[in-house]
Each structure stands twice: as C-alpha cells, then as structure tokens.
C-alpha cells in the first residue's frame, strides 16, 4: 500500500507552531512504489470540483518522495476542509522525516482541528482516494474510480458543513481575527472569543456581548422598531398590522398605493412585497407574506434607492447601495441570456453563504416584466435596468456596491437610528432617492433597523477586521510567561508574580496546582491546560504566569499560542521527551527564551527564536539565587519597574 496512517494522538492544547488544537500522528509512504503527483493532484481537483494552483515537487530522493507526497495530502486537506467552511486557515506541518526501512519513510504531522473526527475523517478519504487511484489499472476503472470518488467527496463534504459555523459573518470574523494574528477559540455554539483576559470579547455573529437585548428584541419587531424610532424623531413610513387580506386592501387604499406588504418579524426580505399597486397584489403579497409569518404589515410605499448603512459604537462605518435583482441590457441579448450571464458570475450561487445569490426568472420576475411590456425572450435596449425582484435585498438576488458620497445628514440619521434602539453593531436600511443629498430635504425613511447585521465582504473586504480591531483591544493579546520546569518552575513563577505586582496589574499564575489571581487561589488543581485556559477566559486578568512540566506540555500541548517569555529550568539530554516538549513549544510565536543551560540556547537557535537569554550562577551578583535571577532577567524582557 503506498500510504498509511498511524493512531492519532488529539491534544487538547496548541503545538508546534499552529494557532490550534494540534493533532499528532504519523503518515508511512512506501517509497518503493512509483507515484504519478501530477495525475494526483489533477484526480483530487477534478473530484472536488475546486480550480486552484498545486503543488509542483521535482526532487525525487526518498526522503524528498514521501515528503512530497504528504505535502499534497496536507495541500488537499486544507482545501477540502475549507470547501466545507470549517474555520481552519493554516496549513498542517510536517514535523519529523524519518526512514523506517528501505522503503518505508514515516512522516510526522501535526494538524490543526476544530474537530478532530472530522479533519481524521477528510485525511482518511484522502489516503483512501490516493491508494485506490495509485491501483487503478486503466481508463475503464479510472472513470469508475473518479465517479465513486465525486460522490464519497460530497458525502464528506456535506458532513463537515454540517459542523461548521451558522452564518456567512461567522466564518468572515475568524477568518479576519487569524489574518491579525487575533487569538480566538469557540465557547459554544455559534458563540466565539476574540483575544484573552482582560481583552477578551464574545461575538455571535454580529452580535457582541455588549449589544442591547432589548433593543435587539425591538430590532427584529418592525414595528417597535418603528414605534422607538419615531419617538426619538427619525423618519419611517406609515404601516397598520393586518390580519386578513381584506384588511389589507383597506389599509392600503387608506395609505394610498403604492404599498408595501412585509412580516412584522422577519428579515433577509423574506415575504416582503414592495411597490404594490392595486388590490389584487396587494391580497397575493398578504397570502405569500402569511406563508413566513403570522404577523403581517402594510405600509405605504417610498419611491427611492435602497441604501444599508452599517454602525458601529455610535459612527457609521461604511454604507453600501442594493440595487434590485436584475439585468441591464445590452441591445442584443434576451432577458433570459442576460439572467444566465449575470448568474455565471462565481459569485453567484444558490448556497446560503454565497456572497451573492442566484437570480432565477420566477412569477414575481414575469410579473414584473409584464409591468414594462417585456417577457424574458424579448431584448431589453442598451442600458436599460430591467428589475426582476421588487426587494433590493442580497438574498433575493440584490447586488451591492459601495456608497461613498453620504451625505453628513444622513450619516447622522443612521447613527441616531442605532443610537435610538441603544444597539451597539446595527445595519439601518434608509429608502432615499440619492444619499449624496439630505433626508432633511427629500422624501425618505428607515423602513429596517438590523441587529444582528450581515456586515458582507463584496465591497468592503477589509470590514470584518476593522470591526476586530476596533472591538478587540491589543489585538487580544496580554503578556504570557511559560516556566517549564518541576519544583524550581513555581518558586520562579511567584518571584516574578511578586515583582509585577508592583506594576498594579492583576497577574495570575496557572500550574496543576490550581490557579491564582495575585495572593488569592480562585481554582483547584487541574492540567496546567486548562488552569491557563480558565486564566485567558477570565475578564480582569492582565498577564498569565503559566507553569508545567515537559510530561503535561507533551500530553496536552499549551492554551497560548504566543508567549512574551518562556523560562525553560531543566534540560536532560537522555529524556528524547524534553526536545519534543521544547519543538512542540519553540515553534510557536515566541519573543523571549531565557535559560541556565546552554544546550537550551542550541535548540532555541535551531527552531529560529530570535532572542535568547543565557543566565548562570556566576552571571552577577553572586547574592542572588539562579531563581531570582531568572525572575529578575523575565522582568527586564517584560519591561517591568524593579526596585533595586
């Protein structure tokens, strides 16, 4: 068999180098049986459907064979995982190259995971694909080979995307807390951390932990919403709540067509109806809009563009126009090749997290055609808008593109709409015919406030970061010392706790001991893991002091995946364990390492930390002990005040 897997060992913690949970494991290339990559890479492209850049390898040694072939295995897990919108965004390493025998190299990884199951899973249809393929004896059992494959790779895929995150802005703000170099980790749920300690924050979806319940209950009720907006005299459209469609075709006669029909409680533009104009539209929209609720408005009409205007802590941060669902014609082609050529934008799809969504000739876009004298096989003249949608909303086909000529009234408009509805990160969706000109001197109103925005990335990619940057102070980070070591490790750790007390910062210490906040022990004895972790998930801590034993770091990798200083007491070249505990480590981001042994300098060097302490008995004064020492050397690299 060309390729086999091992046992997986899933640590709980993070490990060389990667910004996740690691797991660990081998992968044993028979190097003796002849590979084809190119006829690899191209089998695995087709199957998943995915059109990217490969992996091209020339060296063919033993060694360098079967390390290129993990490399397309580690290559195609990343995409597979991706494709199926887990949140992994780094590459697995390969961490070990050794030769079994003659023909047999056994490959060490380590691999990111959310859920170990499923990466195992993705990895294993992999090696399963590969093997089957590299047996294939000709084109007959090539296509039968292929076909089997597609089908398993979208069972497989189906399955992952099953675990991934709920919502298209999820994915967007992991994405963008890892392109800062942001720590996060899941709490539960769809709820995820952003940073650690006294800078963590939550976020679901667009929610934050500081948005207003309330007013995110008014948000999803228009006409609460309306109700609260109106008091603090902003402009939103005249509407009645409705019970029948005869009640409706009287309060809109009342209003005077056109009308809109929308539920009272739901978004996304699900059952709304805009721009009706005679009873009989108006009674299809009621029955369609009962379809998705019981609660049901009618509202008078406000001829004007779409415009979503996204707030965030009391400033408008960026504002984007909805253009209806439709086509712009060219003077040649039919509607119906126009729709086709606008959906053949990859953009474009019907799955819910497409960043635009498919556009189909349906009733509501044959009425509309109807309306301007056209069917989908007539040719609409050059330049003219034909709209096949009477909602502007992105899920029924909207485009966006930015807006960037608000007008400052308008602005403020916005910002006094969140500020009304007490709601921190809202989405305010303004009716006005040209948002470069006043609301103050024009015909307009707020028919939507959002709570839970979809922010999108179409045309302002970096937006989800800013978001981050501005929520998350730091980056997230807080300064994070590592003291390997046994008894010596917790007498270091309280010397330095000591000195940075007197900085006034609340400084805990994690060990398998327990944790403590300064003097005062707030957890039991648990892993050095998850007293770290308890550490960073606590809202008043400023620094962590984490100590462990090379055993525990092996076991269960770190919490962290960056530290300021790691402190590193004891060193035995005959346990093979410690310099897999100092890899497993030294390969993360690490700023400092400050030791006693010298043998430590050597591997620090090797792994490319690029500052490195060395302190001995001799080094100084001769009063202090090596502790003090190494407590006194973390504090100088901490920049923290000491008292001589």
């Known amino acids: 068999m060309l390729i086999q897997q091992t046992n997986w060992q899933a640590l709980k913690g993070k490990a060389y180098g990667l910004t996740m949970p690691t797991l660990v494991g081998t992968i044993n290339i028979n190097t003796d049986i002849d590979v084809d990559l190119t006829a690899i890479n191209s089998f695995i492209a087709n199957t998943t459907s995915l059109t990217i850049d490969v992996p091209i390898f020339s060296d063919q040694t033993q060694q360098s064979k079967a390390r290129n072939l993990v490399e397309i295995l580690l290559f195609w897990l990343h995409q597979i995982q991706q494709q199926a919108r887990q949140p992994l965004f780094e590459h697995g390493q390969i961490i070990g190259v050794q030769a079994s025998t003659q023909t047999v190299t056994g490959v060490q990884l380590a691999l990111p995971y959310v859920r170990a199951r499923a990466t195992i899973d993705a990895l294993s249809w992999l090696i399963t ?46 994405k963008a807390a890892h392109t800062l170099g942001m720590p996060w980790s899941n709490v539960a749920d769809n709820v995820f951390e952003f940073g650690y300690g006294i800078n963590l924050r939550w976020l679901d979806s667009s929610f934050t932990d500081q948005t207003s319940v309330i007013g995110a209950r008014f948000a999803r009720n228009k006409q609460l919403t309306a109700n609260a907006l109106r008091k603090a005299g902003l402009p939103v459209p005249q509407h009645f709540p409705v019970n029948s469609a005869d009640t409706a075709v009287k309060f809109a006669q009342r209003l005077g067509f056109p009308v809109v029909i929308k539920p009272m409680d739901k978004d996304r533009g699900l059952g709304v109806a805009a721009n009706l104009k005679t009873p009989e539209e108006v009674c299809n929209a009621f029955y369609s809009a009962r379809k998705v609720s019981r609660k049901i408005l009618v509202e008078k009409h406000i001829e004007g563009q779409d415009y979503r205007l996204t707030v965030f802590n009391g400033k408008m941060i960026w504002a984007i126009l909805r253009m209806p669902g439709g086509v712009i014609g060219n003077g040649k082609d039919t509607v119906a090749s126009l729709v086709e050529t606008l959906n053949d934008d990859p953009l474009r799809d019907r799955h819910i997290h497409s960043p635009l969504k498919t556009l189909h000739l349906n009733d509501e876009a044959k009425t509309l055609l109807a309306e301007v004298k056209l069917t989908e096989s007539d040719v609409p003249k050059k330049g003219q808008f034909i709209r096949l949608r009477r909602t502007s909303n992105i899920s029924t086909g909207g485009t966006p593109t930015a807006a960037t000529n608000v007008h400052p009234d308008n602005q403020r408009l916005a910002e006094n709409a969140a500020r009304a509805l007490k709601l921190d990160l809202a989405g305010i969706d303004l009716i006005i015919p040209d948002i470069s000109q006043s609301w103050l001197h024009t015909e307009s109103a707020i028919c939507e406030v959002n709570a839970q925005p979809q922010l999108g990335a179409t045309t302002n990619a970096e937006i989800y970061a800013e978001v981050l940057s501005s929520l998350v102070s730091n980056n997230g980070r807080i300064p994070i010392v590592l003291i390997i070591g046994d008894q010596t490790a917790i007498q270091i750790a309280k010397q330095l706790q000591i000195l940075w007390q007197t900085s006034g910062k609340k400084i805990a210490i994690a060990s398998n001991q327990g944790l403590w906040f300064n003097d005062t022990q707030i957890a039991r004895a648990d892993t050095v893991l998850n007293t770290s972790k308890a550490a960073l998930n606590t809202s008043t801590v400023e620094a962590i002091i984490a100590v462990s034993s090379t055993a525990e770091i092996e076991k269960t990798g770190l919490a962290f995946d960056h530290c300021d200083v790691v402190i590193i007491t004891d060193y035995n070249n005959r346990q093979p364990s410690m310099t897999k505990c100092y890899q497993m480590v030294l390969s ?57």
């Open 129 to 174: 694909t590969i093997n089957t393929l590299n047996n294939t004896k000709n084109s007959e059992e090539l296509s039968k080979h292929q076909t089997l494959a597609t089908k398993t790779c979208g069972r497989l895929i189906s399955k992952l995307q099953r675990l991934s995150p709920s919502g298209s802005n999820t994915l967007r703000f992991l």
């Open 588 to 644: 993360h981001n690490i700023k400092t390492v400050i030791t006693s042994e010298e043998q430590i300098v050597d591997y620090a060097k090797k792994l490319n930390v690029s500052h490195i302490k060395l302190v001995s008995e001799s080094d100084t004064d001769a009063s202090n002990s090596l502790i003090e020492k190494l407590s006194l050397a973390a504090a100088q690299e901490l920049a923290i005040p000491v008292q001589q």
